[in-house]
């Protein structure tokens, strides 16, 4: 379900974490201006909470197999949306830094797919729409469940989109999202379930803490069109416009050779932000496309390399001498303690 | 006779649930005196401290530190007056280091950072875990983060010390070293705690909890004599105590 | 609860992993942050074929792993639990790329597994950076680093609060499994058993993050959270930003391993 830096291309990645940065500043800044700063402890453990939680597996009834909870549609209750969201930005960057789950570059898409969908889309416009305060174990547990599946199935499209734009897998989106909603939807069921007796339990044992939650997603109404227009905002530039740029196998370089006219790749940077911005600017501008198709064969493609024996040889040769060039590097440079 | 540095007058306080915890209280400690708080649990001890502290604001009556009653408009200056030791380490380490830990309470006084570094180097050295300083607390051993619980506060210099339960967990020689430290100290003490051979070791003077009153005031000697006292507040003598 | 505890162990055993003094320890968690981004969007910005054109980058999280003394062993496992996700969805390309490209004799191979063989590699470099980066720098180090570097301080603030608190919320999850599991079997527990003791571990959490609260006021907390030393930008750091963005950059541009291999294979015909 995480991305992964393997599959990204730095277009799609730029985007995203330009998203999920503005999407972090923004609820940082809205649990501030509630005076909820005093929150940042019960935050920092609700996050260990939930990392701990993840851990723990339940019997999935009527199936053999067992599963546990996400996480952020449970946080969404407890401390309102803008603060859940820098809590699972939080374990999801542990989880991708300590269990390189998920990469580093792909971090702002795992936090966008797994902590907007759920948080600004999936908890006020389901949940909150279904389960309203003082509502029945069954509503809650209806409205975790639809939730949890809307938010989940976001997610997986997102994982999806995100893939397809970058080009670097060949998997077209028809077969993607045929595997990955399906077990999404089968996760999300699970998630809700987990999270409505989780949430049930505590309000029978401290219905103030269910509130809070309410509370602070009454006052975060302004953030809801905010969201709605960042996830737009996303979808269009994370999932279509990038779309223009792997219309090729090789779609960034030979974009870039129509618009540069027969130039080569331009030297990457001192500057990530500015090349990046370059290469979404000649993007934008790309006119008409082909969605990649894998099975493509060699003709098509101006910028395709013609197989060439010399070539592949040389290039075999000088990849084992690169590699052992490396160890030997490495081996030098060895730290003497 | 000098004035009371910490002096409680008809404290009453209920938690939210309705529990009574505090049902008047009153005493009068002066600075330097050293004072166990004793009782059964759920006597009243840890809310005593907490609402001399300005973490819980009783119901009723008034706390004074030295001149400044503790009220919530009052309390950063009472938290600059008294330092209070959780009775779970944990709770007070939450800092990725030792040494931030215990810079954490001078930082917040403002001081300048040459003034903190200082503050948090004798405050480790005092309590014995100057080794220490660059450690996580998650790998730090029961009698290390009390120690380390204790340096954040000495840090932050107050003269008055309040300490929950300072001697559970420990193991004997933590234990002694605990011992050894808080009669090192010239604060003026109240520790609230079910170890009673501690009492005996540190404290001149036994307030004994029943219910959320004070049920004795006096010398240690006086209240570990009185065997009726004891079983009444579900107490019994220290181990170390010979008639 | 074996999984939580496991879990426990490698966050304990990066973090002392990261609190030796080692050469890559003492290089600002700045300078690391910014270099290792440089190098992750070096390496993704190759095309889909690229495989030895991205082979010189393993020059730096080869020298990060041994500057920092990091284990072989830990990153190899590391990277082993970390492939599924990118293995998986990768192995389609063979299956759906036919078009042949590398010739070698006799033998050709489909564009497929070049580009397979592309997304081990860069899956390879990239975790292996990461790991290395997080191995020789500390979590209060690299959170520090993260809010001069802009993060918002409520982000990094509760970050800090998430990691301290992982071990002690992860330390009750596993005893808590254990007493269930010596009286309930080793099944997974029911969703009803579940809510309780997910349930209970919840309502400690907050009993446990309002004492936390209670004890940074107690020592003076207003809201603001402070520092003890900023860290000093060295001319070891700008060096390293500057020598490792240098190399990615002619990297980048020069297909090095293609020249190498030119020079080699010149006498053959």
């Known amino acids: 379900m995480h991305m992964a830096d393997a599959l990204l291309s730095p277009a799609v990645g730029a985007t995203m974490w330009a998203t999920t940065a503005v999407a972090l500043a923004a609820s940082a800044r809205r649990v501030r201006e509630n005076g909820e700063d005093r929150l940042v402890p019960l935050m920092g453990v609700l996050g260990a909470f939930v990392f701990a939680a993840q851990m723990i597996n339940f019997a999935i009834p009527a199936t053999g197999s067992s599963g546990h909870i996400g996480g952020g549609l449970l946080l969404s209750i407890l401390l309102g949306p803008a603060a859940a969201f820098v809590v699972i930005a939080s374990v999801l960057s542990v989880q991708a830094l300590f269990f390189a789950d998920g990469g580093l570059l792909a971090l702002g898409a795992n936090i966008f797919n797994l902590g907007v969908f759920p948080c600004f889309l999936a908890y006020p416009l389901v949940y909150r729409a279904i389960a309203r305060p003082g509502a029945t174990g069954a509503r809650v547990g209806v409205a975790a469940v639809l939730a949890a599946v809307f938010g989940l199935q976001l997610g997986a499209l997102g994982v999806v989109m995100q893939t397809v734009a970058s080009g670097i897998s060949s998997l077209p989106a028809g077969p993607f999202l045929w595997l990955m909603l399906p077990v999404h939807l089968a996760i999300g069921v699970v998630e809700g379930l987990a999270t409505a007796a989780l949430v049930l339990f505590i309000r029978r044992a401290r219905p103030d803490l269910v509130e809070r939650g309410v509370a602070s997603a009454g006052k975060a109404s302004p953030i809801r069109p905010l969201a709605t227009a960042l996830a737009l905002a996303a979808a ?86 690169t590699l052992l060039l490396v160890t030997l590097a490495a081996l030098a440079l060895r730290h003497r303690r | ?150 340096a954040g506060v000495l840090a932050m210099q107050p003269s008055v010390l309040l300490l929950d339960e300072p001697s559970a967990g420990l193991d004997p020689a933590s234990r002694r070293r605990l011992i050894t430290l808080l009669n090192s100290f010239s604060h003026t003490k109240l520790v609230a705690t079910h170890d009673l051979d501690l009492v005996l070791d540190t404290c001149s003077r036994v307030l004994v909890m029943r219910d959320g009153r004070i049920e004795a005031d006096g010398t240690a000697a006086a209240v570990f004599s009185d065997a009726a006292l004891l079983a009444r507040c579900h107490l019994e003598p220290p181990l170390g105590w010979r008639q | 609860m074996s999984r939580v505890e496991a879990a426990l162990r490698d966050l304990r055993l990066a973090d002392t992993l990261a609190a030796r003094d080692t050469p890559l320890a003492r290089i600002d968690a700045r300078a690391k942050v910014v270099v290792t981004l440089a190098f992750l969007v070096a390496v993704v910005s190759f095309d889909r074929h690229a495989v030895a054109a991205l082979l010189p980058f393993a020059l730096y999280p080869a020298v990060l792993a041994v500057r920092g003394d990091v284990p072989a062993r830990w990153l190899g496992r590391k990277l082993l639990i970390a492939a599924p996700f990118a293995v998986a969805v990768g192995l389609f390309n063979p299956l759906l790329d036919r078009a042949p490209m590398l010739a070698i004799g006799d033998a050709t191979l489909s564009a497929g597994w070049v580009s397979f063989a592309s997304i081990l590699v860069r899956f390879a470099l990239t975790v292996a950076a990461a790991l290395a980066v997080v191995a020789g720098t500390g979590m209060h180090t690299l ?96 060096a390293f930003v500057a020598g490792w963005c240098g190399y990615f950059a002619a990297a980048r541009a020069v297909d090095i391993p293609q020249g190498l291999g030119r020079l080699l294979t010149a006498g053959i015909p």
């Open chain 2, 1 to 150: 006779m000098s004035h009371p540095l910490v002096e409680a007058r008809g404290l009453r306080f209920a938690y939210p649930d309705g529990t009574p915890a505090l049902d008047g209280v009153s005493f009068r400690v002066h600075a330097g005196e050293s004072v166990a708080v004793v009782g059964a649990n759920g006597a009243g001890k840890s809310t005593l401290l907490l609402a001399l502290n300005g973490l819980v604001t009783p119901s009723a009556g008034e706390a004074r530190i030295g001149e400044v009653p503790v009220t919530p408009a009052t309390r950063a200056q009472i938290h600059r007056t008294v330092g209070y030791v959780f009775q779970d380490a944990d709770d007070q380490l939450f800092m990725a280091t030792v040494r931030e830990d215990v810079a954490f309470g001078p930082l917040n006084l403002g001081l300048a950072a040459a003034e903190v570094e200082a503050r948090v180097q004798a405050a480790l050295e005092t309590v014995g875990a100057a080794h220490l300083a660059g450690r996580a607390p998650y790998r730090l051993s029961g009698g290390e983060k009390r120690a380390v619980a204790i």
């Open chain 3, 143 to 238: 959170c520090a680093a993260l809010g001069r570097l802009g993060a918002p301080r409520i982000f990094t603030a509760q970050l800090l609060f998430l990691y301290r608190y992982a071990f002690v919320l992860g330390g009750e999850a596993s005893r808590m499994g254990t007493a269930r599991m010596l009286r309930g079997g080793a099944r997974a527990p029911s969703l009803a058993v579940y809510g309780a003791l997910a349930g209970h571990l919840l309502l400690r959490a907050f009993e446990r993050a309002e004492r936390i609260h209670r004890a940074m006021v107690a020592r003076g907390f207003d809201g603001e959270f402070r520092s003890l030393r900023a860290a000093r930008w060295t001319g070891a750091d700008t």
């Open chain 1, 236 to 321: 269009v530039t994370g999932g279509v416009l990038p779309w223009f740029a792997s219309a090729q196998p090789d779609g960034l370089e030979w974009s870039v050779e129509r618009v540069a006219g027969g130039a080569t790749v331009p030297a990457p940077e001192n500057g990530v932000h500015e090349r990046l911005a370059r290469l979404q600017d000649r993007v934008a501008g790309m006119p008409d496309y082909e969605p990649p198709s894998g099975a493509r064969t060699t003709g098509d493609a101006p910028a395709w390399p013609a197989v060439n024996p010399g070539k592949s040889l040389a290039g075999l040769v000088g990849g084992f001498a």
